[in-house]
């Protein structure tokens, strides 16, 4: 079983920047694709960022793109988003995902339902 846990969340002013890491813990997902998803009021769950098993390819939502930049630390089982000027429009509950099976990187990285494990979510609120 894995266990993903969130932390970085919070209240920021438009322009500003946060980083959001995703601790995992019962396995290690040096072989994983991992994801950050996030949900606002009212709104589905939506892709946000995804990154292969190695960390040497990204995919970004187009909303996201230039501003945020997922990244990885396989040896502490450690996944990161860095969050660039950022906007209102960000304020959301961000979610870490992990998913065992390489091709969701390839084929439906942006589907929520293809990720196995979930964190439990961090709220991070974009003031203007």
């Known amino acids: 079983q894995v266990q993903l846990v969130e932390s970085g969340g919070g209240l920021v002013q438009a322009g500003g920047s946060l980083r959001l890491s995703c601790a995992a813990s019962?396995?290690?997902?040096?072989?994983?694709?991992m994801g950050w998803f996030r949900q606002a009021p009212g709104k589905e769950r939506e892709f946000v960022a995804t990154?292969?098993?190695?960390?040497?390819?990204?995919i970004y939502a187009d909303s996201v793109k230039d501003r945020f930049t997922i990244s990885r630390d396989n040896a502490k089982n450690l996944i990161f988003l860095q969050m660039n000027s950022l906007k209102p429009e960000d304020t959301a509950v961000y979610y870490c995902?992990?998913?065992?099976?390489?091709?969701?990187?390839?084929?439906?990285?942006?589907?929520?339902?293809?990720?196995?494990?979930w964190g439990q979510g961090i709220q991070v609120t974009v003031s203007s």
């Open positions: 995902a992990a998913d065992p099976e390489p091709r969701t990187f390839f084929i439906s990285y942006y589907s929520a339902d293809e990720y196995d494990y």
């Open positions: 019962g396995r290690t997902l040096s072989t994983y694709v």
């Open positions: 990154i292969n098993w190695s960390g040497d390819s990204a």
